[in-house]
């Protein structure tokens, strides 16, 4: 039987340019998260199922989850978001640690879609996360963090946008000003989830599904308007939102972030897992080829009792790699990473030096340079293309005469300048080496 | 319901000290890789399970492999070694690649294990593979890329060890000198897998089932007593093997290599997996409380013909993150990683400074330093002791004085130098923080 060569379906094989590239989003994710002082950590690629169902969503479980019943009995799944973890590990250490706790990562995630593009099975997610943060000051950060990772790939307000709501306020609106009950609340959320995707007329009709009364539904499509930070405060205003105050001093503060260029409140916002209970919010992509979210999240500020822990809230949010090389590629913004960077390839034109070779390349390789040694005798002619394409800045050639002398003959690529060095002169051999 | 804070069993949650041990080795495996001009590659976490039925061997299939059926009724599984992937992605480019063909990955692996000292059900490892190569030049490259790596974290020869055998050899032997078929030869194989972990009588026992012969056991014993290069050498000339010439060659050019100082034969290595051609090795510690092996590979001639490619051989290796771990602490090569290292840890004393404490964090994390932003009034009893548990090598203070100049106090938390700079002179305050 001949087998398939091609990966499991919506997973990707990633060649080494792939990686290049992937490396090139996870350094960028790393540096960004650090430089705000978040730390690494990582959990399993298997949990409990038990632990999705907790807090998960619907949708996600029924339709996307990867779950099995291990050779133990165990009813498992490969993960398909990373919070659930976070909060399981952070419960294990919330008492004792110095808040906030600040974490980042970049795991494998896997849920069964319909591969598309932006959408695939298997995708990694950058995924920053605070605890225990001053209400506000916490969700502040985090955009600011996602804010420095954009900017340090060179993109502007031009290319993205991040848009903000607040679920405690949607909560207020739905129960005290529209008055409608915990069933009907959790159906307009489900229809503010669809809104930006519908028309008005299919809107209208959702909506009159839930709210019979014409004056609630008037309610609802006044808050559906309420597309800046002025209406809706305007708007809080009038129906008396006792937490006015408090998300006046969020917006100011905002306002004086990082992120602020970039935010713009949006009523249809309120994202699909079940866990937010504050602020949630989207980075979106404005390429016109490419409009959807890039990353999400918000605050949770229940997560860590179904560990039967104290509250502790979380701020936190995700971004796909896939829709983040989307986006990076459609602005121009994704260096060409075709080939490695490497120092030298090193050659032998004459069986005799082979040994030669091994020596020079390991003691090279000490020194801290990328060498790579052709195995077997090389035909001068190809040498120059083959260097190039390896992506090597110099090559390293040891014919008859370096042979007698203990010799090799360096040649810069892009300059073209030659020099030959004793092999046991590793000094002047790194410094000619590197200057490329 | 509570839920387990416990990880899924046999795999382990990465707390930021963790996972900077995890990077710590993650850096060495791909500085080592790349110092060679290995390129980076990935596959997917999971594949069809005939990928795996083609050559992994049974034990891995039956016993330990995480299978399953998705929701589109394929049968899948997640990966519990890179091999049979790497194979797969090689088989799509291996016409037009030029060749040798040099690939590292530290992929995450599940294998349904009973979880003891050095072995869990998810690990990490480190794959290295080169296709295409001369004989035997692609496997010294190979032993000398696992030797640079231990080299890399200060291991010597009285701490580590490679055991080498040749399957083409043991194949001989068993085919041509003790004259079995090819059926008893496979069950031979599996006794030599044991021969370590048994005594002499429980051998003589499991080889008379096998071989009823008393000159084949006599040759078999003899075989076993092969203990180093020459001895082997000695018998391989005594039985006329057709091959010597070329394994005499391979022998002086290991001898000349990075390697031969940790290398011995030992005719008891022949590798569980089914796939292996040729040379066999194994990295192995030689401490006393861990003796082990902590990296595995061979040559494997055939794989890509199950994808109906021509044959392209490869040689590879795999070495997994816990037995790499275990080896590190047992010989004191581990570095204490117990906090992070942060450039600065900025705080302000009065509810005024926060916005000026904002906008310099911003800037500071523009100039490239990683930068902690105390979240609210900080009481500065508690500063430097906060600061040093999080890795700081400085804080930075603004008060009442730096409010009203627009200034911030730096202070080295080391030396206790202190100094007061302008918030817009970035430069100064980068310079004064990177001293550190």
């Known amino acids: 039987m001949t ?27 790393k540096s960004a998260a650090e430089s705000f002082a978040y730390e690494p950590f990582d959990g399993p690629m298997v949990e409990e199922v038990e632990l999705y169902k907790a807090k998960s969503g619907e949708e996600l479980i029924n339709e996307q989850i990867y779950e099995f019943t291990d050779r133990g009995g165990r009813h ?24 906030p706790i600040r974490w980042y990562s970049i795991p494998n995630l896997m849920r069964y879609e319909k591969p598309q593009r932006g959408r695939l099975r298997e995708h990694w997610q950058f995924n920053v996360d605070i605890f225990g943060a001053p209400q506000y000051l916490g969700e502040i950060e985090v955009l600011s963090v996602v804010s420095q990772l954009m900017e340090s790939f060179g993109a502007d307000k031009e290319m993205f946008g991040i848009q903000i709501n607040d679920r405690e306020i949607v909560d207020f609106i739905f129960n005290e000003v ?11 959320y489900k229809i503010i989830d669809k809104s930006k995707k519908v028309d008005r007329q299919a809107l209208e009709k959702m909506t009159s599904e839930v709210l019979e009364d014409a004056s609630q539904q008037k309610l609802f499509y ?3 308007e ?3 930070f002025e209406k809706l405060v305007t708007f809080l205003k009038e129906h008396s939102y006792p937490e006015l105050t408090a998300f006046e001093s969020f917006v100011q503060k905002l306002k004086n972030s990082q992120a602020w260029q970039y935010t713009e409140y949006d009523p249809a916002i309120v994202r699909g897992l079940d866990y937010y209970t504050g602020v949630v919010f989207e980075v979106f992509d404005k390429h016109p080829d490419n409009k959807r979210a890039i990353a999400g ?12 822990e104290p509250a502790l809230g979380g701020i936190g949010f995700g971004m796909g790699d896939v829709t983040l090389k989307d986006f990076l590629i459609s602005h121009n913004l994704m260096p060409k990473l075709d080939t490695a960077q490497n120092d030298v390839f090193l050659t032998y034109m004459d069986e005799q030096g082979e040994n ?40 390293a050639i040891i014919g008859e005469d370096e042979i007698k002398n203990s010799s090799v003959t360096l040649k810069n690529l892009q300059e073209r300048k ?3 060095f004793s092999v046991d002169d590793i000094e002047s051999i790194t410094n000619f080496l590197k200057q490329g």
């Not at 529209?178 to 307009?188: E, F, G, P, T």
């Not at 999240?297 to 039967?308: D, S, T, V």
């Not at 000490?366 to 001068?380: D, I, Q, R, S, W």
């Open 222 to 224: 006044s808050y559906l």
């Open 226 to 228: 309420l597309t800046s």
């Open 418 to 420: 030659q020099e030959t």
């Open 178 to 188: 529209i008055k409608v009950d915990a069933q009907k609340s959790y159906r307009l």
């Open 76 to 99: 498992v799944a490969i993960r398909p978001e990373m919070t659930p973890t976070v909060a399981r590990m952070v419960a294990q250490i919330a008492k004792q640690a110095s808040k």
């Open 3 to 29: 087998l398939s060569k091609k990966p499991y379906k919506g997973c990707r094989d990633f060649f080494p340019k792939e990686m290049r590239e992937r490396n090139f989003l996870f350094d960028a994710m």
């Open 297 to 308: 999240g918000g605050a949770y500020a229940n997560l860590l009792q179904i560990f039967n």
């Open 356 to 395: 030669l070779a091994m020596t020079t390349a390991h003691n090279l390789r000490k020194a801290g340079l990328k060498v790579e040694t052709n195995l077997g005798v090389m035909k001068f002619k190809k040498l120059f293309k083959t260097a190039e394409s390896k992506g090597h800045t110099n090559v």
